[in-house]
């Protein structure tokens, strides 16, 4: 059964890659912002005292794949032992040529049974469908569908809350994204925040508003768009996979460790 019941989660702990990381979402010294940092934020906004802040981290890492994640990133969590984890992973999974659907599946659930069993609130992202914007993407379309069934079928089987991107019209928009197609921007961050307050049981459904000025390239500026993505973008990332190159390298986690966050009203 998927979880909509809110609570007053007194600590909150972030697992995954650049989407948790918040890549994108310039935030201060030298770290990003994101849509975990946001989502904190408004946590210990809606209940949280000046007495009793929320206790935060986010272990989440660039470029990091489900079995990183498994073995750097869950470990943590369990010893951090938050009340609330996020997890989100599988994407850089699935854009390698070794992708498996069913090690995928099985590497996602054995992180949710992990932190179900270690008595953790456990909040799946099952992520959009990419065919919807990309037709490169598009073209590995059916990974992104079966990673994003199982991701429904374990928050399932094991009592969590779930944000589901799969068939939403929001995220299509282009003003949510960065100029790299793959990682959002800071209004597309703070819509991800309000999206999982609303999972979380707190939140209203406002985000699933879908943008009427929508703006529609005509086919000049999207070919111009194209060879400036493939110059600054497509080519750097094709050329990190060749070198066996990850973003994430020499990164660290951007809160290993608790932070207070206090409300801020």
Request: net charge neutral.
């Amino acid at each position: 059964m998927i979880r909509t019941q809110a609570k007053k989660w007194a600590s909150f702990v972030g697992v995954g890659d650049s989407f948790t990381e918040g890549v994108a979402d310039p935030g201060v010294n030298g770290n990003y912002l994101g849509w975990a940092d946001r989502l904190a934020g408004t946590l210990a906004d809606t209940y949280c005292t000046s007495d009793s802040p929320l206790k935060y981290a986010n272990l989440a890492i660039r470029g990091r794949k489900l079995p990183e994640m498994l073995s750097e990133q869950i470990p943590r969590a369990l010893d951090l032992n938050p009340e609330l984890v996020s997890f989100a992973g599988g994407i850089n999974d699935a854009m390698r040529s070794s992708f498996d659907l069913n090690v995928k599946a099985t590497e996602i659930e054995r992180a949710v049974r992990a932190l179900r069993s270690g008595g953790q609130d456990v909040l799946l992202f099952a992520f959009g469908n990419p065919a919807r914007t990309s037709k490169l993407l598009g073209m590995i379309g059916h990974r992104f569908a079966g990673l994003r069934s199982a991701t429904v079928a374990i928050a399932k089987a094991y009592d969590c809350y779930l944000v589901d991107f799969w068939d939403l019209e929001n995220f299509d928009d282009p003003r949510f994204w960065d100029a790299d197609r793959l990682h959002l921007n800071p209004s597309g961050h703070d819509l991800v925040a309000k999206a999982a307050m609303h999972s979380l049981g707190w939140g209203n459904d406002d985000w699933l508003e879908i943008p009427s000025d929508r703006p529609q390239p005509n086919l000049a500026e999207r070919i111009m768009g194209n060879v400036r993505w493939t110059k600054n973008h497509g080519g750097p990332w094709v050329s990190r996979r060749i070198r066996g190159v990850s973003s994430g390298d020499g990164i660290s986690a951007k809160y290993w460790d608790y932070i207070d966050v206090f409300p801020r009203v």
